[in-house]
């Protein structure tokens, strides 16, 4: 465990902290978290893959859908991605927008991660006008669409159990240089609230994760918000279905080259983080921020609607490897039932406008 790992606990009472200080270091210190480091994190070479990185047919759906939502919402064609990892979906947005919309486009990457910000530079600035700020609180008076895929599961979050009938947080400390789990009575206050707003109440030793900082990444996300839309593409559960007997032990895992692990305190800095997002607090702090809420449904669902099969190659083509075998094997895995957009969904909320669910999707 190197120096600042260390340094965590020299301030904390009892030498305990809790799994979301650990969960922030691990992921976002500027030197020896996660995402700041330069390692590549995404694809075959990374450890994990999302969804835009399986084709560019995502980012250029995305880019055709966009252009009809601003005409039928009346907005400014402006763009905000929060969290563009390696950038390509943005410059498979970038690409259909020139080639096919061909009309003004101002691109904004929110983006915390120096490593990152480099790629998106060295794969778009020569090409594509894009603007790169590092914090969403950099974003002002917005008018548009705020779009993020995979934000909301890579946010720091606090664990708690019930243990005896009683609920417990779930505390990180350091003995012989390895970190290790004690669990102390809840007193945090915060989290309460959002067990009675959620209605949520543990079976006996559930474990469950609390998303404090989502709270306020969608309160900045309002705050830059004048008029527009919020896009957040993710994976999670509703209230309901954190209470299934399968999720008794949570979502907090682990992913160091595709592997999946369990323990997340084993090497820290050097592996991803996740947990599954709580869609219905999701809904309800937005609700409280005057994001209003126009659809949640799944991304295959989603991508139907926007009219992915319109891109579908139409003809046979008997070389696996042709460029229109590619791209319709790569629609095909994003709507399949048992693809990996089912595992997603999209949450559509919005600001300063007032639109329907058939305002956004042509039929």
Avoid at 86 to 96: D, P, T, V, Y
């Amino acid at each position: 465990m190197n120096t600042f790992f260390r340094t965590l606990f020299s301030n904390s009472p009892n030498d305990l902290i809790t799994y979301e200080k650990y969960i922030g270091a691990a992921l976002y210190h500027p030197e020896f978290g996660y995402y700041m480091r330069e390692k590549q994190k995404i694809g075959r070479q990374g450890d994990f893959i999302t969804t835009s990185n399986i084709s560019d047919i995502y980012g250029s759906m995305m880019a055709k859908w966009f252009s009809q939502v601003c005409k039928r919402a009346q907005i400014d064609p402006v763009f905000c991605e929060i969290g563009a990892g390696n950038g390509r979906f943005a410059k498979a947005f970038l690409q259909e927008w020139k080639e096919t919309i061909q009309t003004p486009l101002t691109y904004i990457i929110v983006e915390s991660s120096p490593y990152h910000r480099k790629l998106q530079q060295e794969l778009l600035m020569a090409d594509f006008p894009i603007v790169q700020v590092e914090s969403i609180n950099e974003v002002t008076s917005f008018e548009g669409m705020i779009f993020s895929n995979e934000l909301f599961d890579a946010l720091p979050v606090h664990v708690i159990e019930k243990k005896n009938g009683e609920l417990h947080e779930v505390m990180i400390g350091v003995r012989n240089n390895q970190l290790y789990e004690q669990k102390v009575p809840l007193t945090n206050s915060d989290i309460k609230m959002f067990l009675k707003e959620s209605q949520i109440e543990l079976k006996e030793k559930q474990r469950l994760e609390v998303p404090l900082a989502m709270v306020e990444m969608i309160k900045e996300i309002s705050r830059a918000l004048l008029k527009g839309i919020v896009v957040t593409a993710d994976y999670g559960y509703t209230n309901e279905e954190w209470m299934d007997p399968i999720r008794v032990k949570g979502s907090l895992r682990g992913y160091y080259q595709h592997q999946m692990i369990d323990d997340i305190l084993q090497n820290p800095g050097e592996i991803d983080i996740t947990t599954h997002i709580h869609f219905d607090y999701l809904i309800q702090k937005g609700e409280q921020e005057n994001l209003e809420l126009i659809s949640k449904q799944r991304q295959d669902e989603f991508l139907l609607k926007a009219g992915i099969l319109k891109e579908l190659a139409n003809h046979y083509d008997p070389n696996p490897f042709s460029e229109v075998s590619k791209r319709n094997r790569a629609i095909r895995s994003l709507i399949m039932p048992s693809g990996m957009s089912s595992y997603f969904h999209v949450v559509i909320q919005q600001k300063g406008v007032k639109l329907k669910l058939s305002d956004i999707f042509i039929e």
